[in-house]
T-cell receptor
Framework: EADIYQTPRYLVIGTGKKITLECSQT?????MYWYQQDPGMELHLIHY???????EKGDLSSESTVSRIRTEHFPLTLESARPSHTSQYLC???????????FGPGTRLTVL | KQEVTQIPAALSVPEGENLVLNCSFT??????LQWFRQDPGKGLTSLLL?????REQTSGRLNASLDKSSGRSTLYIAASQPGDSATYLC?????????FGTGTRLQVFP
C-alpha cells in the first residue's frame, strides 16, 4: 500500500472561506500531482510538481494554488471557496515514467 | 490533444465470467499506459502499467494488452468475483502527465 496521505478526507465549508488541502508522501518521490474529479467524471490534472520549488499548472484551469517547499509535502490552497469548487481532490506522487502514480484517498470538498 | 475513451461505460455480470474492458487513445506517442481501480469515494489503486515498448502485462487474474499503433488497450479479468466490483480507469502518460478516460463501472453479482 502506498504511503501517501490526504487530510481532511471530507470538508464542508461556506462560500468565501480560505482552505488548504494537505497531501504528504513518505516515499521520497520527486513528482507530485493534484487532480480534480467530479462524480462520474474523469480525473483532470490541475497542478503538478517535479520537485522542491517547482510547480506547474495542469490541463484544467483551477483557481487553486500549490506550493512545494518540502519534497514530502504538496498542499493545495483555495483563497476564497465557491460552490463551483465542490468536487473530489486527489493527490498523487511518482518516481517517473517507469513507475506508476500512487494516489492518496482523496478529499471530498463541499462548498455551500 | 490526447483523448482517452473507455467502453463500455458500465458492465454488470454474474460471478465467474471472463471480462474484457476496452480503452482507446488518439495520440500513439505515449510513454506508458496504466490501468487503475477506483472504489466508491476512494482514491485510485494501480493495477498494471505497460511501457510503450511492451505488449502486455499480467498480474494474477488481470491481463492488460497494448497496441500502440492502433491506439488500443484491453484489460482482461478472468473468473470475475464480487470483490472486483469497482470503476476501472485507463490512463495514458504523455510527458509525465496522465490523461484519464471516464472509466468502466463494473458490478459483479453473486
Amino acid at each position: 500500500e502506498a504511503d501517501i496521505y490526504q487530510t481532511p478526507r471530507y470538508l464542508v465549508i461556506g462560500t468565501g472561506k480560505k482552505i488548504t488541502l494537505e497531501c504528504s508522501q513518505t516515499m521520497g518521490h520527486d513528482k507530485m500531482y493534484w487532480y480534480q474529479q467530479d462524480p462520474g467524471m474523469e480525473l483532470h490534472l490541475i497542478h503538478y510538481s517535479y520537485g522542491v520549488n517547482s510547480t506547474e499548472k495542469g490541463d484544467l484551469s483551477s483557481e487553486s494554488t500549490v506550493s512545494r517547499i518540502r519534497t514530502e509535502h504538496f498542499p493545495l490552497t483555495l483563497e476564497s471557496a465557491r460552490p463551483s469548487h465542490t468536487s473530489q481532490y486527489l493527490c498523487a506522487s511518482s518516481v517517473g515514467q517507469v513507475d506508476t502514480q500512487y494516489f492518496g484517498p482523496g478529499t471530498r470538498l463541499t462548498v455551500l | 490533444k490526447q483523448e482517452v475513451t473507455q467502453i463500455p461505460a458500465a458492465l454488470s455480470v454474474p460471478e465467474g465470467e471472463n471480462l474484457v474492458l476496452n480503452c482507446s487513445f488518439t495520440d500513439s506517442a505515449i510513454y506508458n499506459l496504466q490501468w487503475f481501480r477506483q472504489d466508491p469515494g476512494k482514491g485510485l489503486t494501480s493495477l498494471l502499467l505497460i511501457q510503450s515498448s511492451q505488449r502486455e502485462q499480467t498480474s494474477g487474474r488481470l491481463n492488460a494488452s497494448l497496441d500502440k499503433s492502433s491506439g488500443r488497450s484491453t484489460l482482461y479479468i478472468a473468473a470475475s468475483q464480487p470483490g472486483d466490483s469497482a470503476t476501472y480507469l485507463c490512463a495514458v502518460d504523455n510527458t509525465d502527465k496522465l490523461i484519464f478516460g471516464t472509466g468502466t463501472r463494473l458490478q459483479v453479482f453473486p
